[in-house]
């Protein structure tokens, strides 16, 4: 996987040696020689990662780092700062300013493409999701940006059998977060399996593999997406690629510092957040663009996308389709005689009857107005008119309470039924037939049900 690099510092040969073991490694390589040109490139070209050097006159890399993370447009490109510097003060800061990780000047050239590829992957994610929720945002079904997500307050799970360093840890990350202690990986398997934000392991731990443990929380459908800090020895560089290399996405260093443990730990709770609340978006703008809000059935565009798909299945399978088109009767007059309001109560009472009526594998939607289609796979024209006839004289047999409750109003419904086998018919011909048999049904009186197969 490629990606577009931006590298920041003051000294060109710097520069052009982290170009050029980039470029050999395939990797589009961008360059600035001080901070405001790093904030005007950023913006300018959304680089896919930064390398920040942190010792630059005039504005430093702190400062840059702080201007990235606080620019909306910037705020999710990964920055990792390059430093001779390699004290604890200084990692505190560069954590506080929102960078992602650190690189030790000489850079070993191994540890920085593991968390090169790493952090690609990272904002790959990122970028999907982004786009994914700018799209929702452009057709009106994602109303809200962003707000500030912060990282306190997380849900913890630390697992590690050291004796002390699994309780100094649990002990310093309840202070912010509500934090549980697991010391097997059988033991963090008993633990209550809901929400997580972080999960914390001891990559060196005797009695498990914690490098396999987090593959498996990285494989498992359920905390594939929660972050995972693993604790190591930095001295172990096989250990430190391998954790990487399967996922993790970040790393403590025994001892463990309990600031950066903090730091840490608020940096993946609130980039977990962000990406949460992106994902929360993509659901909802689905769910938007294929449901009836007024009903929580489905709508007209998902029944359009779905018929085709359903009619080639039932040539393939030789098994019958059937579709019922309902109505509710003089619907214009409940409207007209007790307001739109009313109208509203009426339709999502409906939708419930409709939906408690048929089966989970029929396919419920609200087409217009009053009128909603049901289309039901490997269903026989008989059984399809014996579930409309019981949907009839539920909705006909039990008034509707409007208003609070306050009025009872008698609905009843007209239904057009049609079923086909046929290898040669169309959508549109089976969803035809049922229109015709509804307006039947009401040309003869309403209140009833006709069926015909197609």
């Known amino acids: 996987m490629t990606a577009r690099i931006l590298v920041v510092d003051d000294i060109e040969a710097n520069v052009r040696l982290l170009e050029a073991k980039l470029t050999a490694e395939y990797y589009d390589v961008l360059t600035a020689y ?19 050097d942190v010792m630059m006159p005039g504005m430093d890399g702190f400062q840059v780092c702080r201007r990235l993370k606080n620019d909306p447009a910037t705020r999710h490109i990964p920055v990792v700062l390059v430093t001779a510097l390699d004290g604890r003060d200084d990692r505190i800061q560069g954590l506080e300013a929102g960078a992602d990780e650190f690189l030790t000047k000489p850079i070993d050239e191994v540890m920085l493409l593991a968390r090169v590829r790493s952090l690609t992957r990272l904002k790959a994610v990122m970028d999907e999701l982004r786009q994914r929720e700018a799209s929702g945002r452009r057709m009106g079904v994602i109303e809200n940006s962003a707000s500030r997500l912060g990282g306190g307050g997380g849900r913890v799970t630390v697992i590690d059998d050291h004796e002390r360093q699994g309780p100094r840890l649990l002990e310093q990350l309840s202070v912010e977060h509500r934090a549980q202690l697991a010391t097997s990986a059988e033991a963090a398997a008993d633990l209550p399996r809901g929400h997580v934000d972080l999960f914390i392991i001891n990559a060196m731990a005797k009695s498990f593999d914690g490098l396999r443990l987090a593959a498996r ?6 905390t594939r997406h929660v972050p995972i800090l693993a ?13 990487l290399e399967i996922g993790v996405n970040d790393l403590l260093s025994r001892p463990v510092d309990s600031q950066e443990l903090a730091a840490r730990a608020r940096t993946q709770i609130r980039r977990k957040r962000y990406t949460d609340y992106l994902r929360n978006n993509l659901d909802q703008s689905l769910e938007l663009a294929i449901i009836d809000q007024l009903t929580g059935l489905y709508n007209r565009r998902y029944m359009s996308s779905q018929v085709d798909v359903l009619i080639a299945r039932a040539r393939r399978s030789r098994n019958p389709l059937a579709a019922l088109v309902v109505d509710i009767d003089h619907f214009k007059k409940i409207n007209d005689n007790f307001g739109h309001d009313v109208g509203d109560e009426v339709l999502r009472e409906f939708a419930v009857r409709l939906a408690s009526n048929v089966r989970a594998v029929d396919l419920a939607c609200r087409t ?24 009839r004289l539920h909705v006909a047999g039990s008034p509707f309470r409007v208003s609070g409750g306050r009025q009872l109003l008698t609905v009843t419904i007209s239904i057009g039924v049609s079923a086909t086998t046929a290898e040669d018919v169309a959508a549109g011909s089976l969803l035809k037939r049922a229109d015709e048999n509804v307006y039947a049904a009401k040309a003869r009186g309403r209140n009833r049900v006709i069926a015909q197969a197609a």
Do not use: C, S
């Open 217 to 222: 929380i990285r494989a498992d459908e359920a």
């Open 368 to 391: 217009g107005g009053e009128e909603f289609v049901v289309l039901m796979p490997e269903t026989q024209i008989v059984d399809a008119h014996r579930i409309a006839e019981r949907l």
């Open 34 to 52: 001080n901070g405001p040109e790093a904030l005007a490139r950023a913006a300018a070209e959304e680089p896919d990662i930064i390398l920040l």
């Open 231 to 243: 604790v190591v020895d930095v001295e172990d560089r096989a250990r430190v690629v391998k954790a």
